[in-house]
């Protein structure tokens, strides 16, 4: 059954989380119940954990996203075709705290079973939260890599999500 000119497919058929999430980025996109946001995303994981299917989406403590992700049950993973690349990068350098992004980029915003996506994408995972952790430092046995990306001291927090529906354009 299509919504929104969505089909359910089975993401475990042909989904390669090096290229969509590393290479061609992602929107992660949470909801309080009554407002959303979304930012953009290129790191992240995708696998089998606890005999589910399941992202892990790593969000900084500042990201106003982060709010949305707390408070909410379900998040999604939103991927686009690759003319879209500037809105999202548009949604990764800019907060929804201070504009619109939606407006902003022409993305437009729908409601996919519990969650937020956006019309344009052509690939949604639609997630339920099921864990959360913060990174510690502590926990880094490679030392360089808290140099080379936190030197701030603002790890990211990793929201392990269950894949429980996956949707695709035609």
């Known amino acids: 059954m299509a919504i929104n000119n969505f089909n359910k497919v089975d993401v475990t058929a042909d989904f390669n989380p090096f290229e969509k999430i590393g290479k061609n980025w992602t929107l992660v996109t949470a909801t309080d119940g009554e407002n959303y946001n979304t930012m953009t995303a290129s790191w992240?994981?995708?696998?089998?954990?606890?005999?589910?299917?399941?992202?892990?989406?790593?969000?900084?403590?500042?990201?106003y996203t982060k709010e949305f992700l707390d408070k909410g049950e379900y998040f999604t993973l939103s991927f686009f075709p690759n003319e879209l690349k500037p809105a999202l990068s548009f949604c990764g350098s800019h907060s929804g705290r201070d504009c619109d992004k939606a407006k902003e980029t022409g993305?437009?915003?729908?409601?996919?079973?519990?969650a937020y996506t956006f019309e344009q994408a052509n690939l949604v995972l639609v997630c339920k939260k099921l864990y959360v952790q913060p990174m510690d430092k502590e926990c880094f046995v490679d030392k360089s890599l808290v140099e080379q990306n936190y030197a701030n001291g603002d790890?990211?927090?990793?929201y392990i999500g269950e894949i429980v529906s996956a949707y695709a354009k035609d």
């Open 44 to 63: 992240g994981f995708a696998g089998v954990i606890w005999n589910k299917p399941c992202v892990t989406a790593l969000i900084r403590p500042q990201r």
């Open 107 to 114: 993305l437009k915003p729908i409601k996919l079973d519990n």
């Open 155 to 158: 790890f990211h927090i990793a």
